[in-house]
């Protein structure tokens, strides 16, 4: 297991030249630990901390299976979360209001998880800085051509990816003056004047609004889902992202999960995040949605005679084989 690692990121990096999501080809650029995607419907930025985390995971492994595999796919541990950490550390506290804050986070392992406040404090401090990141730099509201090609939110979106890196670096080019130690006291006070921190699962329960729901908005009820708690966030392997301008909620996340053992096919697993149904009435539009956010996966089955001895309703259609669901 040993070269799993070097193998996955090598793999990584080469898929990342030309990378494939929803169905379109982007280009695409690496630059240090992220991988810049570019084209109709592309993400912001692809962080190359989940590929190495996972690989890490992998290497860890003595066999592979669907047992030792599966739980990487909820891996909640955030390396950008500690290079905020690492920030923190370096910064000269001002005030003894936000020295107790700057401790709670120093003192946090990294994990984006559903259940910890933790989360919720280091995300709420990452969007502050990001805001007054865009203020200082002229770059909240863009002038000029720019105005009309640049969306609503979308230089948050930028600065929310490229903060983790300039810290890193302590470049303050941006900065026009001021410098991080003040940016970030300034961020820590926001974070004190919102409301108490509620745990992180709350805070980020995914947002899936059915296509429909805007037209007939009376609807939207019974067309939207009821969603559950999730950890996780853009940087981990648990990838359940926020668009910055829109809040901590989970705005896009996997829209299924698998595991396949090619040696056993009985042994295959996977989840839906809602349903088999597309009608989210239906008593199956929305039963995996639990199950998936929890982590947990249910067997994909292809052994037809466990299928019939499992079905609960059988149909034989005229001029064709009987058929089990």
């Known amino acids: 297991m040993s070269k799993i690692q070097d193998l996955f990121i090598e793999r990584f990096e080469e898929a990342g030249r030309r990378y494939l999501h929803e ?13 810049h995607v570019r084209g109709q419907n592309a993400p912001e930025q692809v962080t190359i901390h989940r590929a190495k985390r996972i690989a890490a995971r992998l290497d860890a492994l003595e066999s592979l299976s669907i047992e030792t595999m599966s739980p990487i796919m909820m891996d909640q541990s955030s390396a950008a979360a500690h290079l905020f950490r690492d920030h923190l550390f370096r910064h000269q506290r001002q005030s003894g209001e936000t020295a107790a804050l700057c401790q709670q986070l120093l003192d946090w392992d990294g994990v984006m998880e559903k259940a910890a406040i933790t989360p919720t404090l280091y995300a709420r401090l990452r969007l502050a800085m990001s805001k007054r990141l865009a203020e200082v730099a002229g770059l ?23 903060l983790p890196g300039l810290l890193r670096s302590g470049d303050t080019t941006l900065l026009h003056g001021t410098d991080w130690a003040g940016l970030t006291e300034a961020a820590l006070q926001d974070i004190l004047t919102e409301r108490e921190a509620p745990p992180w699962g709350e805070v980020h329960r995914p947002v899936i609004a059915h296509p429909l729901a805007r037209v007939f908005p009376e609807s939207a009820g019974t067309l939207d889902l009821a969603t559950a708690a999730i950890g996780g966030d853009n940087d981990t392997v648990c990838a359940t992202g926020i668009i910055p301008a829109q809040g901590l909620a989970a705005r896009y996340a996997a829209i299924a999960r698998y595991a396949f053992d090619l040696s056993d096919w009985s042994a295959w697993r996977w989840i839906a995040c ?52």
């Open 140 to 162: 909240a509201r863009p002038e000029g051509p720019a105005a009309d090609m640049i969306g609503p939110g979308d230089m948050l979106t930028q600065t929310w990816w490229v």
């Open 23 to 35: 169905g379109t080809w982007h280009d695409t650029e690496i630059q240090g630990d992220t991988v």
């Open 274 to 325: 809602h349903g088999t149904a597309a009608d989210t009435t239906h008593p199956h539009g929305q039963d995996q949605h639990g199950i998936w956010a929890e982590g947990q996966m249910i067997p994909m089955l292809y052994d037809w005679p466990l299928i019939e001895q499992q079905a609960s309703l059988e149909r034989q259609p005229e001029g064709s084989g009987k058929l089990a669901s």
